[in-house]
């Protein structure tokens, strides 16, 4: 049940993408947490 298509999956990974180097240079995963809430 994809309705958004692949945009959507290009864009999920971009933005899990930004997270994931955030967390490799050492920030906390609880702060992306937060971040994640208040962007969404």
């Known amino acids: 049940m ?8 290009i864009i999920k990974e971009t933005i899990m993408g930004k997270y994931f180097i955030a967390w490799i240079l050492g920030v906390p995963a609880i702060v992306l947490v937060v971040i994640y809430f208040f962007m969404h």
């Open 2 to 9: 994809n309705m958004a298509g692949s945009n959507s999956q």
